[in-house]
């Protein structure tokens, strides 16, 4: 048989059972059933994977670490809880460093390692704050020689059933920035 022909006797029964009624209501009724088993079986995966305990964390304060020729390197801590007996990976840190309503700095730091299994991982997060964005913030820095901030940071993790998500964090203070004396000592 051809397909035209295929097509042809297709469409036969379809008007022969639009006219004479035959498994319409019968087929509404089945896919009702088979709708509801589908929702409720929805509504029961959903339930069960948002008990499911997921990692944490915490952002500690954000403190100076060094000068370099080419930027200001600051410093964060990162405390990740894990209540899994496994170590997970972190694809990736994202992190935005505002001042203001400026972002002086910005970046993403790729594969920074694991999450230990059951306990708590302590990660660094070095962030370059170029000597540019120092000049545009000396009205703040001028008055209390500090730098107020917003760290922003987004840590992706790869669990095995619920897959890739993002842990955000905030945290925001007031750097002091160092002195000469500082520097020298």
Not at 88 to 94: A, H, K, N, S
Not at 138 to 151: A, F, N, Q, R
Not at 157 to 181: A, H, W, Y
Request: aromatic fraction near 8%; charged fraction near 30%.
């Amino acid at each position: 048989m051809s397909a035209a022909e295929e097509r042809g006797d297709r469409q036969e029964r379809d008007e022969a059972s639009v006219t004479t009624g035959e498994g319409g209501e019968e087929e509404r009724r089945e896919r009702g059933v088979v709708g509801g088993l589908v929702d409720r079986a929805k509504g029961f995966v959903a339930e069960k994977i948002a008990k499911i305990p997921k990692p944490d964390a915490t952002l500690d304060r954000v403190s100076f670490k060094g000068v370099s020729r080419e930027c200001i390197t600051l410093h964060s801590h990162l405390d990740v809880n894990n209540p899994y007996s496994h170590r997970i990976p972190i694809c990736e840190l994202t992190y935005t460093f505002k001042s203001g309503d400026k972002v002086i700095a910005s970046g993403t730091m790729p594969d920074p390692g694991w999450i230990a299994a059951s306990g708590t991982t302590n990660l660094e997060l070095p962030v370059k704050v170029p000597y540019d964005f120092i000049v545009s913030l000396i009205k703040d820095v001028s008055g209390d020689w500090d730098i107020d901030y917003v760290l922003e940071v987004g840590i992706t993790i790869d669990l095995p059933i619920v897959g890739s998500f993002t842990i955000p964090l905030t945290t925001e203070g007031e750097m002091k920035l160092p002195t000469f004396r500082d520097l020298l000592f």
